[in-house]
Nanobody, 127 residues
Framework: QVQLVESGGGLVQPGGSLRLSCSAS????????MGWFRQGPGKEREFVAG????????YYADSMKGRFTVSRDNAANAVYLQMSSLLPEDTAVYYC????????????????????WGQGTQVTVSS
């Protein structure tokens, strides 16, 4: 069983920054791709960023490239999402999720490829 808990969301002005954290319980965290997704009001859940098990591969959705950075600390069982130059359209609930396949080479982007999810943390970008 894996539990994921996100934190770090909040209200930020356009152009501001936030750092989201995801703390994972359970063994073997370090063997899985971890992904970040978001779901805005009235929208489907969408892929934001992912990082493979040893941090050698990272992948971002196009609209996040250059603004968001995903990282992880396997010793701490944690994954992070540093967000900068935030826009109102970044407003959403942000979720971290664990890949269902161990040591996958690539970074999956579809939610069905992830089997455990956190409860989400709200990010609101508004002046």
């Amino acid at each position: 069983q894996v539990q994921l808990v996100e934190s770090g969301g909040g209200l930020v002005q356009p152009g501001g920054s936030l750092r989201l954290s995801c703390s994972a319980s359970g063994r073997a965290f370090s063997m899985y791709v971890m992904g970040w997704f978001r779901q805005g009001p009235g929208k489907e859940r969408e892929f934001v960023a992912g990082i493979n098990w040893n941090s050698s591969r990272r992948y971002y959705a196009d609209s996040m490239k250059g603004r968001f950075t995903v990282s992880r600390d396997n010793a701490a069982n944690a994954v992070y999402l540093q967000m900068s130059s935030l826009l109102p359209e970044d407003t959403a609930v942000y979720y971290c999720a664990k890949d269902r396949n161990i040591r996958r080479f690539g970074i999956p982007t579809h939610p069905r490829e992830y089997d455990y999810w956190g409860q989400g943390t709200q990010v609101t970008v508004s002046s």
